[in-house]
């Protein structure tokens, strides 16, 4: 890795970089295929009828704009090409938003996961 502003990397800055690489490229490859089959549980029978169904899609939806939202408010600020647009979210007060919507996604998917497991039983 390259050296930041002359000062070697802390291997807890080599981690994190790495797990926001990985995080962010399995966001990228997992967001298409389950809006794919998100589509399909929600208009086309038999899924369309079944309220479970339902529950899940909600609960990916959630999981999915809560990992989206966690890699923009916490994750990506390691990275020196994006202090221009975190120097642009904090400007224009984005960020309380931002974490308001983290947090507000974060439970709906705990609490859509609890009423999925609670109607399997």
């Not at 790495?18 to 399909?40: D, G, M, N, W």
């Not at 919507?101 to 439970?107: A, D, G, L, N, S």
């Amino acid at each position: 890795c390259k050296q930041l502003e002359g000062a070697a990397m802390s291997p807890l800055d080599i981690f994190d970089r790495c797990q926001t690489i990985i995080v962010s490229a399995l966001l990228f490859f997992t967001i298409p295929p389950a809006c794919f089959v998100y589509y399909k549980l929600l208009f086309y029978p038999p899924f369309s009828q079944n309220y479970t169904f339902k529950l899940i899609v909600i609960n990916g939806v959630a999981n999915l704009v809560n990992g989206v939202a966690y890699m923009i408010v916490y994750q990506l600020s390691s990275f020196q090409f994006v202090h221009s647009i975190y120097q642009s979210i904090q400007e224009h007060n984005l960020v309380k938003g931002l974490s308001i919507i983290h947090v507000i996604f974060m439970e709906i998917s705990l609490n859509s996961a609890l009423f999925v497991a609670l109607h399997r039983v």
